[in-house]
């Protein structure tokens, strides 16, 4: 079967997709509060029927395809150029792959304290939310489900959360609205500028957007800033990161899961869809701010992580180090940087959320985060321990394990491009062995006191849960190639529709070799060894 089949038998499946979540969260509405079992089974099987659908796109979409597949166009408000589109390409499918998948198992793996039937339906309306933006051509469209996202997660925070969890909703929702109303002023200009031209209608289609030479170098450069702030809010990029550790540490357990491994996505897939692609002049133009800025995340993240005593504020901390990677990658501008960036937006979903499911049933048995007040927990507690060191590997970027291939694409890809920012860049690797296996030290080695002799293992529902991430951490660790495959061609187009767009623009590493996947760049390095020892034999 094909997307076209698909097309053509007239299942609407991104709709149904996207849509879907949102009504099950209805049906938990009309559920009697008495019965809260009901409502965690309505989310279960809801989230379980959407990662069905997502599984399915996965089965049929063609990996040889760059462009947008699984089309959807219904016109929506027809008389300003919105409309209801939707595609699925190489960029966007593991995300939403990522999307289905780690929701119904951060549904399985927490029970809330209280007030259970809201707290699913949130959770139900967030994946909703997620799921539009990855899927949406529309600029509007996008915007909506943009903006949709905060609402959830501001209750989620709020209401389930633990210590000051007013102030770190509050402080989550003004930054990324702040930054939403910037990008809601360019994409009108936008779409103003693109109409205004002889011959062109009013559209918010991306695709018409891009090919579109109605907006001047100057004018398109103020717009890629009105969206790039938003977008490096959401991500985020420092010094715009302030609000994630809050957010982070006073979330609920499922909040957190959904906050690492879905939503900060958002930022950074904003970037590729609406920012390169939008922009591509504008984007090379200011590569260097963000290559800087990306760079400054790594590293930065990284020290003050080294720093911290709560855990879960240490993992929090980890993330802005690792989305410096991949805004790094993104902005190398070349299809290995942005694969290992692609790549490694699914690998830091998977390793984080896994992390922070661990720290969440560690404070569950031990009603603390504080690192100085654990220890020992592996003589207890083994099998936490034997998981806990899998993902805190993969974190790493151990060989073997999923994020070290991320991050190797992305390095190549920035020391091709810019080697000096990929020469520091790669000290934030060093720099996260020694916050993550200091951490995994004092936790689960030393002396065990009276208060975590105690602490149990690992039950069989949470292995059953822990299961599918170490899973997809050695499967993509020791084969990634079904999953770069997908995503090459549509970054290879990515890239050349830069190179078309930028004068003076060349990406050499791309030619003669897209699509070639991992092939392409051990044949980089069989050709740059090659090169090193005629050079050694010139010099005998």
């Known amino acids: 079967m094909s997307a076209v089949l698909a097309a053509n038998v007239g299942f609407p499946l991104l709709p149904v997709l996207v849509v879907l979540p949102v009504l099950g969260a209805l049906v938990i509405a009309l559920t009697p509060s008495t019965r809260p079992d009901v409502a965690r089974a309505i989310a279960l099987s809801t989230t379980v029927m959407t990662a069905a659908l997502g599984i399915y796109l996965l089965w049929n979409f063609e990996t040889s395809n760059g462009t947008f597949q699984f089309e959807s166009d219904q016109s929506w408000i027809e008389s300003f150029g919105i409309s209801w589109l939707a595609g699925v390409d190489g960029i966007s499918l593991w995300l939403i792959v990522l999307t289905v998948l780690l929701f119904p198992l951060a549904i399985f793996a927490v029970v809330p304290e209280h007030s259970p039937k809201p707290y699913y339906a949130w959770l139900l309306i967030l994946q909703t939310g997620c799921l539009g933006v990855f899927v949406a051509l529309d600029l509007f469209m996008f915007f909506v489900f943009f903006e949709i996202v905060l609402v959830p997660m501001y209750f989620l925070i709020a209401n389930w959360g633990h210590g000051n969890r007013h102030y770190a909703a509050m402080k989550f929702f003004i930054y990324t609205m702040l930054g939403s109303a910037l990008m809601l002023v360019g994409m009108l200009s936008l779409v103003w500028l693109h109409a205004k031209a002889p011959g062109n209608e009013l559209t918010f289609d991306i695709r018409e957007l891009a090919a579109s030479d109605a907006v001047g170098t100057n004018a398109a450069r103020w717009i890629f800033l009105s969206f790039a702030v938003a977008f490096a809010v959401k991500v985020p990029i420092f010094p715009l990161h302030t609000w994630l550790p809050d957010a982070h540490t006073e979330a609920p357990t499922a909040g957190s899961v959904i906050l690492a491994g879905v939503m900060l996505k958002l930022g950074t897939y904003g970037f590729l869809r609406f920012g390169l692609y939008l922009f591509p002049e504008a984007s090379h133009y200011f590569a260097p701010v963000f290559l800087t800025l990306g760079v400054i995340g790594i590293i930065y993240g990284a020290i003050v992580a080294t720093m911290q005593k709560d855990l879960k504020r240490l993992v929090a901390y980890s993330s802005v180090a690792h989305l410096g990677f991949i805004v790094l990658g993104t902005f190398s501008l070349n299809s290995e940087g942005i694969t290992g960036g692609i790549l490694q937006m699914v690998n830091h979903g998977v390793s984080t959320g896994a992390l922070f499911l661990l720290v969440g049933w560690i404070y569950e048995r031990r009603h603390t985060r504080e690192i100085a007040k654990l220890g020992g927990l592996q003589k207890v507690a083994p099998i936490m321990a034997a998981m806990f060191t899998v993902v805190m590997l993969s974190s790493i970027g151990l060989p073997g394990l ?139």
């Open 402 to 540: 999923n994020g070290f291939v991320g991050e190797y694409l992305i390095l190549v890809g920035a020391f091709v491009a810019h080697r000096w920012w990929a020469v520091v860049a790669a000290a934030g690797v060093i720099l996260a062995s020694l916050y993550l296996l200091w951490a995994y030290q004092r936790v689960f080695h030393g002396p065990i006191d009276e208060e975590n002799a105690d602490t149990k293992d690992l039950n069989f529902r949470e292995i059953a849960i822990m299961v599918p991430f170490i899973a997809a951490i050695v499967f993509m660790g020791i084969y990634p190639k079904p999953v770069i495959d997908r995503m090459e061609p549509s970054v290879d187009a990515l890239v050349m529709h830069i190179q078309d767009n930028v004068d003076g623009f060349d990406e050499p590493v791309n030619e003669g070799r897209k699509g070639d996947g991992w092939a392409g760049v051990q044949a980089a390095n069989e050709a740059a060894n090659g090169d090193d020892e005629d050079h050694a034999e010139d010099d005998e």
